[in-house]
């Protein structure tokens, strides 16, 4: 059996936060892999400037190629928008039956706000999550303190976002060393962000 965790996001595009966290999780956790979920559309986020699914699904395909226990999943590119984790994680149960157990990353901004997601009970109920630290405000819900489905993992503190990325590469800036090299090349050769 093949512990999974998922990463879901928009990566658009990716950076080395996501990297970093990614690459911890497999290595510092007993995930035997990452798999990184490109969302076509998430439930709280406009689609504003998203850059085509499949852009940024190279993007991030282009980020791991030298890292064997991450993998880049399209699964949500095919299911209602927008992409809700549940039945996503629905379809994926279906799809690899009982040798994954698929279980959720996620930072600890995001679980502040989890009681907002769809059935996120039923989530709880039958996958384990993986938390890292992050700098956000509000606290933890009490209802997820001290939970037995939800790790917390020590992994190093990454405060770079994709926004930002956009934003200041638009306005000319250097934001190279933000990003997995091949990304920063894709980006750049396509024009993309301008
Ligand atoms: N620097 C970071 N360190 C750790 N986690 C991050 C970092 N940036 C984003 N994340 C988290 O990674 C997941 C995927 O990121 P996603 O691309 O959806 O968001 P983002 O980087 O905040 O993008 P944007 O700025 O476009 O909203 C989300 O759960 C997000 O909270
Ligand atoms: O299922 C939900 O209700 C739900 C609500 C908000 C976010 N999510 C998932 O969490 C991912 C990260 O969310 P965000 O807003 O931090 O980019 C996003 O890509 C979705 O896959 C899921």
Wanted: glycine share 6%.
């Amino acid at each position: 059996m093949k512990k999974v965790g998922l990463y879901f996001g928009t990566f658009n595009p990716i950076h080395i936060g996501h990297l970093v966290i990614a690459n911890y999780m497999v290595e510092f956790s007993d995930l035997d892999e990452v798999w990184f979920v490109i969302t076509p559309r998430s439930p709280f986020k406009q689609k504003q400037s998203l850059l085509d699914d499949h852009h940024r699904f190279q993007m991030v395909f282009e980020a791991i190629e030298d890292y064997p226990k991450l993998k880049a999943s399209k699964v949500e590119f095919s299911l209602p928008q927008p992409n809700y984790t549940v039945n996503t994680l629905v379809h994926l149960g279906e799809q690899y039956g009982a040798d994954h157990r698929f279980c959720l990353i996620m930072g600890e901004d995001n679980l502040k706000t989890f009681h907002k997601w769809k059935n996120y009970e039923v989530i709880l109920d039958n996958h384990e999550l993986y938390v890292y630290p992050r700098v956000s405000d509000g606290r933890l819900p009490d209802q997820f303190k001290g939970h037995e489905g939800i790790h917390q993992v020590n992994a190093p503190i990454m405060e770079i976002s994709s926004t930002f990325i956009r934003k200041q590469h638009k306005a000319g800036k250097n934001i190279r060393p933000m990003l997995p090299d091949r990304v920063w090349k894709y980006m750049d050769e396509m024009n993309f962000y301008r």
